[in-house]
């Protein structure tokens, strides 16, 4: 997996401005959490799906960050969580043991 690190406001806009032409997914993870441990570890180890940029936020060291992210696309914080952008809108997101590969892969057909 090529996480896109995540720690700052401004990659928010470009996060938007990229959703127009793939589709952008934002991991909010908690480095101390074993469920979150464990849903990062699954993605690791899935198959990327393909033409999809992936964000990782470590929310322990950028929790204003996560709380603009909640604000922004209007979704409950959660962690761990995933949001796929599509358009500069969160059009899905799942939390917890909810997160699979294959669902955001679904997700992302949805939405062409």
């Known amino acids: 997996m090529n996480w896109i690190n995540l720690n700052d406001e401004t990659q928010l806009n470009t996060i938007n401005e ?4 793939q589709a952008v997914v934002i991991f909010k993870h908690s480095t101390t959490c074993s469920i ?8 690791d180890r899935a198959v990327p799906v393909e033409n999809v940029l992936f964000y990782y936020l470590d929310l322990l060291n950028h929790r204003s960050l ?7 696309y209007n979704v409950k914080h959660e962690s761990p969580q995933i949001l796929l952008i599509k358009n500069g809108v ?22 062409k």
Not at 36 to 43: D, G
Not at 66 to 72: C, G, L, P, V
Request: hydrophobic fraction near 30%.
């Open 66 to 72: 996560s709380n603009k992210i909640a604000e922004m």
């Open 36 to 43: 979150s441990n464990m849903s990062k570890s699954r993605l």
């Open 90 to 111: 969160c059009v899905y997101n799942e939390s917890h043991n909810g997160i699979s590969m294959m669902d955001i892969e679904d997700a992302v057909k949805s939405q």
């Open 18 to 21: 990229l959703s127009t032409k």
